[in-house]
């Protein structure tokens, strides 16, 4: 079992930046470092959707084309972290950011009831 905590959201200016850090502790289980980790988003009124993927040992990565070349996923499986840092921030990037952890080995995949761990979430409001 993994317990999933965002931070780093906030309120910014269209064009600005923000960093969301997502820390993991585990109970029982996998070990942080075997799971693919995911970043999604859920805008008021709209399903939840994929944002960045990656995998367990952090040398693939994929993203939605909305936010390719403006989000980078990385993780630190020495400090059970996976951050996104995000560049040129448009008002349609506005919504609840989570972070993920994959149940099947394997992939990146984008299908959200294929990540059995979801942090909170924090709120990413981007002002134009």
């Known amino acids: 079992q993994v317990q999933l905590v965002e931070s780093g959201g906030g309120l910014v200016q269209a064009g600005g930046s923000l960093r969301l850090s997502c820390a993991a502790s585990r109970r029982t289980g996998r070990t942080f470092s075997t799971y693919v980790m995911g970043w999604f988003r859920q805008a008021p009124g709209k399903e939840r959707e994929f944002v960045a993927g990656?995998?367990?040992?952090?040398?693939?990565?994929d993203y939605a084309n909305s936010v390719k070349g403006r989000f980078t996923i990385s993780r630190d499986n020495a400090k059970n972290t996976v951050d996104l840092q995000m560049h040129n921030l448009k008002p349609e990037d506005t919504a609840v950011y989570y972070c993920a952890a994959q149940f099947p080995i394997g992939p990146i995949t984008t299908t959200p009831s294929h990540y059995g761990y979801w942090g909170q979430g924090t709120q990413v409001t981007v002002s134009s």
């Open positions: 990656i995998s367990s040992s952090g040398d693939s990565t």
